[in-house]
Nanobody
Framework: QVQLVESGGGLVQAGDSLRLSCAVS????????MGWFRQAPGKEREFVAA????????GHGDSVKGRFTISRNDAKSTVYLQMNSLKPEDTAVYYC???????????????????WGQGTQVTVSS
């Protein structure tokens, strides 16, 4: 069984930085493509970033491009989301997700992911 546990959320001011972590337990982390999504109150869950199984390919949503960066450390079975220049509109619950997929392709939609974490709250004050 694969379990994902997010951490690193909190309350920050606009312009600050945060780094979210997602620790993955279970076997074969290196075979999983990983993603981050977020959901603000009253809104649908939104794609934030994704990275393929070996880290060679990644992608970021338009609203975070240039500010957020996804990365992975297979030795630690952890995926990260570095968030810089945070804005109040980044306030949301952030979820990480795992998809058992090897290859170049990354997944942008929720339905493609096999496992999800419980989420971590990020609040950005103005």
């Amino acid at each position: 069984q694969v379990q994902l546990v997010e951490s690193g959320g909190g309350l920050v001011q606009a312009g600050d930085s945060l780094r979210l972590s997602c620790a993955v337990s279970g076997r074969n982390f290196s075979r999983y493509a990983m993603g981050w999504f977020r959901q603000a109150p009253g809104k649908e869950r939104e794609f934030v970033a994704a990275i393929n199984w070996n880290g060679a390919n990644s992608g970021h949503g338009d609203s975070v491009k240039g500010r957020f960066t996804i990365s992975r450390n297979d030795a630690k079975s952890t995926v990260y989301l570095q968030m810089n220049s945070l804005k109040p509109e980044d306030t949301a619950v952030y979820y990480c997700a795992a998809e058992l997929r090897m290859g170049w392709r990354i997944a942008f939609t929720q339905g493609e992911y096999d496992y999800w974490g419980q989420g971590t709250q990020v609040t950005v004050s103005s």
